[in-house]
């Protein structure tokens, strides 16, 4: 026994070095990214600072890039900040007086941890810094521009994290990597290839410290775009990390240009069809992270969306961060808890198809994940092609990725000549002209030269046919005219618009031995869908309501389910998406 136990003790050493992890891309990625956040599905994320006492961006934009309007002179945030501010002062002065009008008067940390556990969430994402710089703990880094030595006067950071954790969630922090607020060096500003003294200085320090102190789950790294991993320490920081806290830690894939490890974020999207690593949709409930007081109604997701949008990206084998952005005062908007609260209120119902899930594989190795149906709608009139829809798309209902357009348009040559069309898409555009292609566009090729010239002989008006492609992120589609090859202006006319996008119907998750079919339609006394043959012993429940469903399946694989018995008061109690377990135990 002895024996046994110095062994044990002498390998112990071994095995602890064996775990380290180097600062290298092969180390890390050699590391196994830890199971609870590919099982955990759902991730609530909480953009609140500063930028919350104005609440405000434009219809489409992020309330908390507020101070970068200001940077740049933008009209509508200088009006909007001149009711807090003297305008005429240096930005940095105006913004600093937000810090006495941001009180968090009624803030309860642990009234938003219950609320997030209630919602469904596994873990949770707090913008400890954002781009503005002002740290939400007592920072010694910025002894005077953090939330305990002004605004709230309160260690959020702390206190977010100690009620969350005491709730059973996973805690975790968005970092922004550069600030455009700091003198050492102010993003956006000055030379990308300056921030070294920074970075050495200022923001690895600061990192390590706050890090070390609340050893949180989950790091979201961001602002990372304009520079290289090597320029952030990116795989210092993160194998730092990663042996500070130990296997359950977990980092995303924002720390600059050439990231090769964290798990993916798209944004504002409908996810990603293929992944080597763990993912999850970041966004908000509507279009920005931090409160936006100037939002449309329209913008934000109902009850409906959100729950059928979160079970395709779940199918599809990743997961939602979802955003929330609170008011000044400490209180979660209530358009968004009640979000929240229907979320929570499937998910305790239909949980079981959603956490530890996989997308369904078919018997013969096939990834199914959703069948889906083609779907057309007329886009409204225009004058111009010339959209920029970013987090929207140009219909309520349609994807925000995925997506086709045809436009068909009467161009007005003023006079005759010769006239040249360029476009500017993302990511696919093509312009035909009496079956000719006079002009292919590809994002990809990043390249946008004009297409070939055509001679018009006398004023006369010019049918053209735009057929417009988007495969993913940022949606931008515009078409210019150009009389001397030089001089490009917008196409006006008389332009009709047919969007085409394929709309789900259903959609698969798979744990264990039993297969999930999440439907989106309610059900009516029957249900036909086509499926793998089943076996003769398969059971087949509707979660929510109690009994078994009868079955039959054809030869070709169609599936007929008779929910004539099902109890009209249970399946009354059901909404947004219908889940059916197949094969399942009880």
């Not at 070390?212 to 993160?238: C, M, V």
């Not at 099902?566 to 197949?582: G, I, P, T």
């Amino acid at each position: 026994m002895k024996r046994i136990l110095i062994v044990a003790l002498l390998l112990c050493p071994l095995a602890l070095r064996a775990q380290t992890v180097e600062p290298t891309w092969q180390s890390l990625n050699q590391r196994p990214y830890p199971q609870w956040f590919s099982d955990a599905k759902l991730g609530i994320f909480i953009h609140w600072g500063l930028y919350s006492v104005p609440a405000y961006a434009g219809k489409e934009g992020y309330g908390e890039w507020f101070y970068r309007g200001l940077m740049t002179g933008d009209a509508d945030r200088r009006r909007i900040m001149s009711l807090y501010a003297d305008t005429s002062l240096p930005v940095f002065e105006q913004y600093k007086t937000l810090t006495r009008l941001w009180h968090a008067e009624l803030w309860n940390p642990q009234e938003w941890a219950q609320m997030f556990r209630n919602a469904g969430a596994q873990y949770v994402l707090l913008v400890t810094k954002h781009h503005d710089g002002y740290s939400l703990w007592d920072d010694p880094y910025q002894p005077q521009w953090n939330s305990t030595m002004s605004g709230p006067h309160r260690n959020i950071v702390e206190e977010l994290t100690a009620a969350v954790r005491h709730e059973g969630l996973r805690m975790g922090f968005y970092y922004s990597l550069p600030e455009w607020t700091h003198p050492r060096h102010i993003w956006m500003e000055d030379p990308d290839s300056a921030i070294a003294d920074y970075v050495d200085n200022y923001m690895v320090p600061q990192f390590k410290t706050l890090v070390a102190r609340y050893k949180p789950d989950a790091i979201f790294a961001d602002g990372d775009w304009q520079n290289t991993p090597e320029q952030f320490h990116s795989q210092e920081l993160i194998s730092w990390y990663y042996n500070l806290v130990g296997p359950d830690a977990i980092v995303n894939d924002r720390w600059g240009r050439g990231t090769q490890h964290g798990f993916k974020t798209p944004e504002y999207s409908d996810g990603i069809s293929i992944a080597d690593r763990p993912w999850a949709e970041c966004r908000g409930i509507g279009r920005s992270f931090g409160l936006n007081r100037n939002e449309d109604l329209d913008n934000y997701l109902t009850d409906r969306q959100l729950i059928q949008h979160f079970c395709e990206l779940v199918a599809s084998g990743g997961g939602l961060t979802l955003n929330v952005g609170p008011a000044a005062d400490g209180t979660i908007p209530l358009i968004q808890q009640e979000r929240l609260r229907a979320l929570g209120r499937w998910l305790q119902v239909n949980g079981e198809a959603i956490y530890g899930s996989h997308p369904y594989k078919t018997p013969g190795g096939i990834t199914s994940t959703c069948q889906r149906t083609r779907t057309i709608a007329s886009l409204p009139h225009s004058t111009t092609i010339d959209f920029d829809w970013v987090r929207n798309a140009p219909l309520k209902g349609m994807p925000v990725d995925n997506f086709e357009i045809h436009w068909h348009g009467i161009f007005d040559a003023p006079e005759k000549g010769w006239y040249q069309f360029k476009a500017e898409a993302d990511d696919e555009m093509t312009v035909v002209y009496y079956g000719d292609t006079i002009l292919y566009y590809n994002h990809a090729w990043a390249e946008n030269k004009p297409g070939t010239k055509v001679l018009l002989k006398q004023n006369q008006a010019i049918e053209l046919d735009v057929r417009y492609k988007e495969k993913d992120l940022e949606a931008k589609a515009a078409l210019y005219v150009s009389a001397d090859g030089e001089h490009f202006v917008p196409a006006d006319g008389e332009w009709h618009g047919t969007a085409c996008w394929h709309r789900t119907l259903r959609c698969f998750t798979q744990k264990g031995d039993n297969l999930y079919i999440i439907e989106f339609e309610r059900p009516g006394k029957n249900l036909t869908l086509n499926m793998p043959r089943l076996e003769k012993n398969t059971r087949i429940t509707l979660l929510g309501t109690s009994g078994t469903i009868q079955w039959k399946q054809k030869k070709d694989g169609t599936l007929t389910l008779d929910l004539s018995a099902l109890s009209q008061k249970e399946l009354n109690a059901l909404d947004h998406a219908w889940v059916f377990k197949v094969n399942g135990k009880k």
